[in-house]
């Protein structure tokens, strides 16, 4: 039978295109070379010293591959570079097909699985295939504006589609966000008629129709892609805040908050000094370190400021750049709550010119007190020289403030370190005029919420909070919804908020609310599911000292953070995870986001199918064999027409499924089929009755047979004994990680001249007819259908939205079994099965 092959354009998603250096002034050598995904310019360029900036000013990074990716404005690179991605199917097969004599090229496979599949149907690149590859590190208006891309597509798309059957788009993850803008430009361009003759469907894997919260919080406190040895957690920000394409990926509309805030203050310290000629430091060559401790009553913050930048054996300073000091705290200061300073020195030099005994007890002295110090809970950074008595805080902020709420802080020393070998000199009370200054600020959490959103509410969106959490250690907390807008501001990230507002809001072809459906009549849509997915965050304040050679964050995922009463939801780390208790996305990508189809199948004039893979990952997907096999059915088009009344003979299939009791193969035009499902064990196996008979079996010619090995169709007798064909195994062993608990396969048996001619199977995807009525009909022969009741039709179309392949459903005091994969429904008291059918 002569076939037809639908040309096929392939659109990657976020990070799926090869980057190579078209010119480089910050590595002129790296010309033509790839630097995502290039594992020798990563490994090489993470070797550099502290710090994530080279010059603070510049904000240049030290790591020069990410200098090469991260941008300087929405839609500019840095100075002096300027990548392009790889054009073609060479760019999206596999991000570093070089490296390592080609070892890293299956471990970074993007479309290379795909694109094997689609050369074994004939498909040839420039013919009828291509890849649309694009710079995914730049909003949608921006990759127009700098290299033409919707213009170029729409040309090749035009060229591609020479015999004006309608291309198929075939896209993966943020390649599904490209097609929708891109139809939105084409039909701006174009006009609708454009898009109806030349695209016949658009494929979307993994689609985030809706967005993705992982998105965001990769966003805000990084996301290392599995890099965690060559790149660090503020390099991993800083990328990720360059990226103008960052917030095509945020969820839209925000329907409910995805971050959740326990409720706290915090305590602010900056423009630290301190006066300690008389606290015993050994040498004014060695580092001096303030360290500050808050005592809140029922818990203890301490931090410790970087070495000072100048130091003269008598005063200290400390740049305000890298000791700006956040302390967490309850929501209202307490007022049994105390600040104490601590005066450290680090180094070994000694400007006394002691005897060796007397250098030897100091430095013993000196490891017991870092000892100590660690079962204190402090952090061993330098030796305790001096410190301060506990002073009230609330003594201290009753004081005049600036504009800004801080007040100016004096500490006085007044001991010298107690350590426990005070014959050495230690344990001396500190009678002089040393001491320690910097400025404080304390906010409440309603003056937080003002200071550091300028607005008294966290959260603006239009619905409520569906997660609801408590804290492990503190059973009086309370968890506030927060709306990533404020979330952002509260992280200064002012570029993002512009870069969302100017090149997604103010964008008239981006749907910045996911309502709007799609110009186009027929989408397939296919995802994995049942795999835990982030979809929420709980946040505290962080305890951190802030510096400018790193981002760093005001907030933190909340580690004590517990979900209230929840069986479908997870909580661990601050990150509130989808779990296959109820019905999950794919590991990356909600399903909400995921099954945004049905709400655009819901407006009508729209062809829209939807499957789920369960147990899929996001990624995972371009490697599965059931989503290969929805790749050939939807490209591949039959010329000939289906035979549907069929042949006069009826066929059977028994097996391990079934617990070898026949069920009736039905006639598709083509073959009889029968679509099995996989359990437990991995494997299925099964042989095929004529007319449903144990007397007229047809089996191999072997056990354990399958398509791939050479065999011989035997029968219709009943010699069958252990030969059956097999799903599962070859010669005999488990195929181990192809097959997955759950996942289904269509036996087809093949009539050729009234003789059987094969026994096949392929992967098998149950589709969900987002478009139908939901009508659902029972065949009552002779062309006949009955339509089920409606409550009767209501929970089968639940039971596909949930993923169901069976259900148990009573009608009219009649129990029925009804395979949705096959399409039948059983009577549980006479046995007698009937087709089914939606409409």
Known sequence: MACQRLPVVIVPGFCST????????????????????????IGFSAMHGKGTWDDSNARSLKN????????????RETPG???????????????????????????????????????????????????????????PSALQKRDGYYSRLIQNIEILDRKNTGVVLLAHSMGNKVVTYFLEFAKKERGQAWIDRHINLWIAAGAPH??????????????????????????????????????????????????????????????????????????????????????????????TTKSASSFDGHSAFFDEASNFMQFAGPEEMPGNATIKAIVKEKGMKNDEKDSWFSRMGQGLAAGVMLVEEAAMGRKGLGVPRAHTEEVALASLLGSKVDA????????RITKLATGPLSALGYGKAADSGDCVKFRLRWLNFENMKKTWTGSEKLWKGRGTATHHFNCKNDKTAVYEPLGARELLRIERCEEILNTWAQYYGDDPLYDDTGDSRPPIQKVRAIHGVNIPTEVAYALRVHTIRLKESKILTRLILDDQATLKDSTEFSVQGGVVHATPNGLSGDGVVPLSSLDRCRQWAKAGLFECELSYLPGVEHRAILA???????????????????????????????????????????????????????????????????????????????????????????????????????????RGKLLEGTIRFGSAFKVKLEISGGTPASVT????????????????????????????PSEGSARVNSALELGHSFLDLKIEEQNYKLDLLNMLQENVSTKKQRRIRQI
Not at 64 to 70: A, G, I, K
């Open 210 to 303: 809706s967005g993705a919260p992982q998105a965001l919080r990769s966003t805000l406190f990084g996301d290392k892609f599995g890099l965690d040895h060559f790149v660090t957690d503020s390099e991993a920000m800083a990328f990720a805040r360059s990226l103008s394409a960052s917030p095509w990926l945020f969820p839209l509309g925000e329907a409910s908050p995805l971050f959740h805030l326990r409720r706290g203050g915090v305590l602010e310290i900056k423009q630290i000094s301190a006066a300690v000629p008389n606290c015993g430091i050994s040498s004014m060559h060695n580092k001096v370190m303030i360290a500050l401790e808050v005592d809140w009553g029922a818990d203890k913050g301490n931090l």
């Open 81 to 139: 570079i300027r990548l392009q991605a790889v054009d073609g199917l060479a760019g999206v097969k596999s991000l570093d097909p070089d490296s390592f004599m080609g070892l890293a090229a299956e471990a970074s496979y993007v479309f290379s699985p795909v694109i094997k599949v689609l050369e074994d149907l004939g498909y040839r690149e420039g013919i009828d295939l291509l890849a649309a590859s694009y710079d995914w590190r730049f909003a």
């Open 404 to 411: 800004e709420g801080f007040v100016e802080v004096q500490l």
């Open 18 to 41: 090869r980057l190579e250096v078209e010119s480089s002034e910050v590595c002129p050598s790296w010309k033509g070379q790839k630097v995502w995904l290039g594992l020798t310019n």
């Open 64 to 75: 020069q591959w990410l200098q090469h990716l991260v941008l300087a404005g929405p839609e």
């Open 761 to 788: 199977w392929d992967p098998f995807t149950q589709v969900q007819v987002l478009h139908a009525k939901g009508v659902w009909q029972v065949d009552l022969g002779g062309g006949k259908w009955l339509d089920f």
């Open 624 to 730: 599965d064999q059931h989503f290969h096999q929805t790749i050939k059915d939807a490209v591949v088009v039959r010329d000939g027409l289906a035979c549907m009344d069929g042949p006069a003979r009826s066929f059977s299939i028994a097996g391990t499924f079934s617990a070898w009791k026949p069920r009736k193969m039905t006639w598709d035009g083509f073959h009889f089929v029968y679509v099995v499902s996989i359990g437990q064990t991995g494997w299925e196996s099964f042989q095929i009755l004529e007319g449903g008979s144990w007397e007229r079996v047809l089996y191999p010619d072997m056990k354990d047979a399958n398509p791939s090995l050479p065999h011989s169709i035997l029968g219709p007798d009943n010699k069958n004994a252990g030969k059956d064909w097999t799903i599962g195994k070859n």
